[in-house]
């Protein structure tokens, strides 16, 4: 820690020593009025500020050939080269509407986030890209985002390779995601194992290069009644980069700490560092025409296993490899604009990703009978492996007729995810069994067409938006079967196993069983919907808005929703805010039809599960009901505050929500009143997706900026984030067959791997330091207690001490700097660089079979990285 805090200080007196320059100003409307909450920054490096209430801005900046951009919404931005002037005052002009951009959570065109009636988090990734070592969209939002969290996964199949992610502690899948405003697919995948988004779907955010995003809004309020299904716990819009006539990217490299501090029981490893990665990506931008534009990037990225297994001589252990997927990430994504007349244009954008994951699944022991001893004399260590194709594409048309901005669009976009298992066997087949197999997978495809149509008017009371709009989205799931090897169980093999002779051997692909033909499907629904949107500033200091919406889904049938939300100005600089709404989520093709056989390690021991679909004859004849829609209630309440450069928002949030989808706990094939049928579907055990529970979540989240001049050189930047989050489970129900059973339907372990979703706190603290071309940045991170339930559980529905495993309060420190120099930028940095980890727990009852579950900062340890930024 000492040698921490002597870097710390020889990096803000290394900035003492230069020289900075500094503009003043003040920023004004097209009517001399001042322009409060202009972003006012300098091109290409860390330097931004606020504009206050009076428009007053002071900005330190590197040299006359600095670009400072000013940007607001609804106003054209101005990029404005320094020179060799200390002041500069500059007058905003109103956008054209066709540029203008509508902060996600109103479809007012000249909202900015602090004026919004409804919490919404404005996040530039240029500033993460220059100076932090997160490569990847949910790692970086997981330490800018205090209500955001998102954790690797070990052991966990699917999760292994594509991240979930969850908002305010509710499901992966109860956060909508858009792109440019337009709706993104989910992922095919849906969760089976770990601790976040089990039984839920979501959308893969890492599948967007962080290089091709200009900034990411996060609306912290439910919004169904605006957006549709899915918004129950906000909306994430990533808006893709349009800047034009330069060329901008960077290198990295960067590698783990391969060892945990001397308290953890690992198994040592004879290397320093492991995980290492690298990463190169370059964006290029250039004008079409007077008003077009075309932005291109490519993004490379590679990882490295971590290994992080137990030592065997303290725990019984169940997998000799445990850490990080290694993974080879490429993508390519494409943002345009052509003007097509003086009030249209026509729009482009779109992006392809292809990913290659390795994974480590559980192990196999030499003398049991999963394994042949002639092929694995020691046992082996099966690695699941995937292909992962994400692409999506769309194109639009927006016009203004007759004072109304018309925008029709269609979106489309599919995930395939395509399984194989390399370092395994069937040991069905004996010798002649092969170590690699193709296991099959599973798509998604989703086509979203929209048309809507806005207006402002300006001599309604204060100003009034009109919003209406249509939309249709198809959905396609299918799931593919795997070779015959991989899920078939061949014999009798004869074979001896502790001194005795067998005739059978458990079948399939050993760490992952492929998927059968029975398994295959093609599925796929339409749902309609429709929505109006109005927003009134009925005075300078009020404003009141609602939504309605109406949708139909052909598989399930009818939702209405609706929000009002409203915005009281109690004095300069203070404001109040809050909102109430309904909202949905409809059932995932994937919750309703994805069905499968695998094998689970339940304490050390494999047991063969089914996973059926919802409308099998097994699920039917247990009474477990057709899924329907999630249905939820939202209230929020707070205040926003600007005095000068400080902005301080605080708001609290309740959310209901009603018939939840979750894959239940497991049902034997010994139950005495079930378990025959179970018995029939040659398994051991059997799992579904239902609703089930009844939730309700209470939280608060406070967002604190403060920025302040050292002098006439220096600059400071202090910015401090919380969530405090806690779910209650209000009501688990069964039908009548399963009467009795609710232990087991949604037992104590599922609920707190639903609780656990979130910690119960989580704050973030940061410190930006900028003297000429030299910057550093200082962040801290407490990620609040987790509590899960292990595999000592004893059914009996009460967390007994030897079951509870609880991960107490942690904090993480981030900590890099570097200098810029003309055309290039150079930075060293660490995440993570006090080598946190969790709790350790005995890696024979945790989830994960390792020493840790997939909760707060994960299992990784510290990461060192170097960038070489450019632009030119």
Not at 435 to 454: I, K, P, V
Request: hydrophobic share 40%.
């Amino acid at each position: 820690m000492k040698k921490i805090l002597l870097f710390i200080f020889a990096v803000f007196l290394a900035g003492n020593l230069m020289a900075q320059n500094v503009l003043k100003g003040i920023v004004t409307d097209d009517q001399n009025a001042p322009l409060a909450g202009v972003n006012i920054y300098e091109k290409g490096t860390t330097n931004n500020v606020i504009s206050g209430f009076d428009g007053a801005y002071s900005l330190p900046y590197h040299d006359e050939n600095s670009i400072i951009v000013f940007s607001f919404v609804g106003v054209e931005t101005q990029e404005i080269i320094a020179g060799t002037q200390s002041e500069l005052n500059v007058q905003l002009v109103p956008n054209n509407v066709l540029n203008s951009v509508n902060v996600v959570g109103s479809r007012m065109p000249n909202r900015t986030v602090i004026e919004s009636s409804v919490p919404v988090d404005m996040i530039e990734v240029s500033k993460f890209l220059l100076t932090t070592g997160q490569t990847d969209v949910n790692q970086m939002l997981q330490y800018a985002a205090p209500s955001f969290n998102s954790n690797k996964q070990s052991g966990a199949d699917g999760a292994d390779h594509i991240d979930p992610a969850t908002l305010r502690g509710l499901g992966p899948d109860q956060t909508l995601v858009l792109i440019n405003g337009k709706r993104r697919h989910q992922t095919a995948l849906v969760n089976i194992f770990g601790s976040r988004g089990r039984g839920n779907t979501g959308t893969d955010l890492n599948s967007i290069p962080m290089s091709a995003i200009d900034h990411i809004e996060i609306l912290r309020d439910g919004a169904a009644a605006q957006y549709g299904s899915d918004a129950i716990a906000g909306v994430i819009n990533i808006v893709l980069k349009s800047n034009t006539d330069e060329f901008t990217g960077e290198v990295l490299t960067g590698v783990r700490n391969a060892n945990p501090p001397s308290n953890f029981d690992v198994l040592k490893s004879d290397k320093s560092f492991d995980g290492a990665t690298s990463e190169f990506n370059g964006n290029y931008g250039t004008k079409v025409g007077s008003k077009g534009f075309v932005n291109m990037t490519v993004d490379y990225m590679t990882l490295d296993h971590t290994f992080r297994a137990t030592d065997p001589a303290k725990y019984s252990v169940y997998r000799n490899k445990f850490g990080d997927a290694a993974s080879d990430n490429f993508s390519t994504y494409l943002n345009s604009s052509f003007s097509t007349g003086e009030k249209s244009e026509i729009y482009l954008f779109g992006g392809y990703n292809y990913r290659t994951t390795d994974a480590f699944a559980f192990s196999r022991a030499a003398d049991e009978e999963r394994n042949v001893v002639e092929i694995y004399p020691n046992g082996f260590d099966p690695q699941i492996k995937t292909n992962i194709a994400d692409k999506s594409l769309t194109a639009g048309f927006k016009s203004i007729i007759h004072g109304f901005t018309l925008d029709l669009s269609n979106t489309i976009g599919a995930n395939n995810l395509h399984y194989f298992v390399d370092n395994t066997l069937n040991s069905s087949l004996g010798i002649n069994s092969p170590t690699f197999f193709d296991a099959g997978g599973f798509s998604l495809l989703q086509n979203t067409t929209n048309l809507d149509l806005s207006r402002f008017f300006p001599t309604v009371a204060k100003g009034l938006n009109f919003a209406v709009g249509l939309e249709n989205r198809i959905e396609n799931y299918k799931i593919f079967a795997g070779e015959e090897g991989s899920y078939k169980t061949y014999g009798p093999v004869i074979f001896a196993i502790n001194g005795a002779d067998t005739t059978f051997r458990p079948g399939a692909s050993q760490g992952f069983p492929g998927f059968q033909p029975s398994n295959e499907l093609n599925v796929a629904r339409t749902n309609f919907g429709t929505y109006v949107d109005l927003d009134l500033n009925v005075t300078d200091k009020f404003n009141v808005s609602a939504a309605g919406r109406f949708e139909r889904y052909s598989d399930f049938g009818n939702t209405l929703n609706g929000k009002f939300a409203t915005r009281y100005k109690i004095a300069k600089g203070f404001s109040l805010r809050g909102s109430i709404s309904t909202g949905f989520r409809a059932p995932s093709l994937a919750q309703m039809y994805y069905n499968t056989t695998f094998t689970d390690i339940i304490g050390g021991v494999a047991v063969d599960k089914i996973i059926a679909k919802n409308n099998s004859p097994l699920t039917r004849t247990l009474g477990i009901p057709k899924l329907k829609q999630e249905i939820s209630f939202n209230a929020g309440f707070g205040f926003t505050a600007m005095i000068k450069s400080l902005t301080l928002t605080v708001d609290a949030y309740y959310v209901k929500i009603d018939d939840r989808i979750v894959l239940t706990g497991t049902f034997y094939s010994d139950d005495p009143d079930i378990g025959a049928e179970i018995a029939k579907q040659n398994v051991s055990a059997a799992q579904f997706f239902t609703n089930a529970v009844n939730t309700s979540t209470k939280g608060i989240d406070a967002i604190l900026s403060y920025s302040l001049m050292i002098g006439s050189k220096q600059s400071l930047k202090f910015s401090a984030a919380a969530n405090f989050n806690n779910m209650a489970i209000d009501k688990i129900y069964t039908n009548d067959k399963l009467a009795g059973k609710e232990s087991i339907y949604f037992g104590i372990r599922e609920q707190y791997f639903l609780k656990a979703s979130a910690p119960k706190f989580k704050l973030n603290f940061g410190v930006d330091y900028t003297v000429g071309n030299f910057y550093a940045n200082v962040k801290l991170t407490e990620f609040g207690k987790v509590e899960l339930i292990n595999w000592n559980d004893n059914g009996d529905n009460v967390a007994d001490a030897n079951e509870l495993d609880t991960y107490n309060p942690k904090m993480t420190m981030d900590v890099s700097a570097g200098y810029k120099f003309k055309n290039l930028s150079f930075t060293i940095g660490g995440a993570n660089i006090l080598n946190a980890y969790p709790d350790q727990h005995d890696a024979g009852a945790t989830e994960s079979g390792g020493l840790w579950d997939c909760v707060q900062m994960g299992f990784s340890g510290a990461f060192y990285f170097a960038k070489l930024g450019f632009k030119f």
